[in-house]
T-cell receptor, first 114, second 113 residues
Framework: DAGVIQSPRHEVTEMGQEVTLRCKPISGHNSLFWYRQTMMRGLELLIYFNNNVPIDDSGMPEDRFSAKMPNASFSTLKIQPSEPRDSAVYFC????????????FGQGTRLTVV | DQQVKQNSPSLSVQEGRISILNCDYTNSMFDYFLWYKKYPAEGPTFLISISSIKDKNEDGRFTVFLNKSAKHLSLHIVPSQPGDSAVYFCAASVYQGAQKLVFGQGTRLTINP
């Protein structure tokens, strides 16, 4: 298996623009997580899905952030409009099932908003 | 609110000595704990875990200790090797509709030759 695949690896955008980050989880995994890595908070949980259904989005910092999982093999995290303080590395991770806790991470998307 | 805390942003250890990384948590409902290792420009990778019903789990050079009464866990690496230099994240899990995995801020470990 190719593992969790995120795209793009790097994104540079201007303030106010819409940004969409993409994630393909490992086939057969039921849960998907979006994290943001910052110096202050480490790996901050933004939202997670189980069987394509959002379970908890309390970590999404503002209404400018939204996430979808239209099917078991694809998820997006959208920021609209983007701001410089959104600059961070965003990670997607997937977990096989409810009884498992080992999450497999993608390589991340480094977002820079200028 | 930071439910999982790693209070040491960095740690420097001599090669061959023991590295001890610490982690505290606040939610007593957490039932599974994990350590992840992260190299630059890569995603975190799973290292070792422990269930809340145990107080120790060992895997080669890596041992995780859990003290539930103190809500504290630690990762011991012995002997430390230069390849262990990385950022280490502590994580805790609780079932809330799915296994919710919460991470700490990370500790940057540097192993000096």
């Amino acid at each position: 298996d190719a593992g969790v695949i995120q795209s793009p690896r790097h994104e540079v955008t201007e303030m106010g623009q819409e940004v969409t980050l993409r994630c393909k989880p490992i086939s057969g995994h039921n849960s998907l997580f979006w994290y943001r890595q910052t110096m202050m908070r480490g790996l901050e949980l933004l939202i997670y899905f189980n069987n394509n259904v959002p379970i908890d989005d309390s970590g999404m910092p503002e209404d400018r952030f939204s996430a979808k999982m239209p099917n078991a093999s694809f998820s997006t995290l959208k920021i609209q409009p983007s701001e410089p303080r959104d600059s961070a590395v965003y990670f997607c991770a997937s977990v096989r099932g409810v009884e498992y806790t080992e999450a497999f991470f993608g390589q991340g998307t480094r977002l820079t908003v200028v | 609110d930071q439910q999982v805390k790693q209070n040491s942003p960095s740690l420097s250890v001599q090669e061959g000595r023991i590295s001890i990384l610490n982690c505290d948590y606040t939610n007593s409902m957490f039932d599974y704990f994990l350590w992840y290792k992260k190299y630059p420009a890569e995603g975190p990778t799973f290292l070792i875990s422990i269930s809340s019903i145990k107080d120790k789990n060992e895997d080669g050079r890596f041992t995780v200790f859990l003290n539930k009464s103190a809500k504290h866990l630690s990762l011991h690496i012995v002997p430390s090797q230069p390849g262990d230099s990385a950022v280490y994240f502590c994580a805790a899990s609780v079932y809330q509709g799915a296994q919710k995995l919460v991470f700490g801020q990370g500790t940057r470990l540097t192993i000096n030759p």
